[in-house]
């Protein structure tokens, strides 16, 4: 079956510990996406990448950095500089929309709920 | 984010009754997805609209963009407890320099009591 696999589901940290959370997939999506959750907001997007070793920042990147040097692979790490860490993340991929073509929708993992006390 | 406005926040709707929720956007919407979400789990794609005056259904949910596309409602028909979950929009905008953005809504609570 294909599909977006994260782990874990659940994740403790002391406060200024950094944290790697996995994302993985086996779509063959050239793009894949980190967003964070937080209770009464939606989305928001931390980082994007359209092609291996290459990635983009998104609307709330400080704090956060990741790496994309297989297709499959997009892990996310939280580091200590970010200061409100504690949040549900959602990894995605999606079809890369060439020129003029049709937009195509993100495929999104169950999440990993990250608590950094 | 104020560029997209998801109403209403939470809704309570008994089994068997009808229900729409809205998304609107303050920009020309490019596409207009919709997702739904189990508390605590990730999003499960719906449909996605991109025509001003397109029209899709699945099951009994049915979600449409208007002609200005600006707006888009999902409806559901003779909701049932399968239904309950969280509906989220995403909204996606292309900036003037080409740039695609997909903003999301802070999402429907819905919630079907028998």
């Known amino acids: 079956d294909g599909g977006i696999t994260q782990s874990p589901k659940y994740l403790f940290r002391k406060e200024g510990q950094n944290v790697t959370l996995s994302c993985e997939q086996n779509l063959n999506h050239d793009a894949m996406y980190w967003y964070r959750q937080d209770p009464g907001q939606g989305l928001r997007l931390i980082y994007y990448s359209q092609i291996v070793n290459d990635f983009q920042k998104g609307d709330i990147a400080e704090g956060y950095s990741v790496s994309r040097e297989k297709k499959e692979s997009f892990p996310l790490t939280v580091t200590s500089a970010q200061k409100n860490p504690t949040a549900f993340y959602l990894c995605?991929?999606?079809?890369?929309?060439?020129?003029?073509?049709?937009?195509?929708?993100?495929?999104f993992g169950p999440g990993t709920r990250l608590t950094v006390t | 984010s104020q560029e997209l406005e998801q109403s209403p926040q939470s809704l309570i709707v008994q089994e068997g009754k009808n229900l729409t929720i809205n998304c609107t956007s303050s920009?020309?919407?490019?596409?207009l997805y919709w997702y739904k979400q189990k508390y605590g789990e990730g999003l499960i794609f719906l449909m996605m609209l991109q025509k001003g005056g397109e029209e899709k259904s699945h099951e009994k949910i049915t979600a449409k963009l208007d002609e200005k596309k600006q707006q888009s409602s999902l409806h559901i028909t003779a909701s049932q407890p399968s239904h309950a979950g969280i509906y989220l929009c995403g909204a996606l905008h292309i900036s003037n320099f080409g740039n695609e953005k997909l903003t999301f809504g802070t999402g429907t609570r819905l919630t079907i009591i028998p």
């Open positions: 920009k020309t919407l490019y596409g």
């Open positions: 995605a991929s999606s079809i890369v929309r060439s020129t003029g073509g049709s937009f195509y929708e993100q495929y």
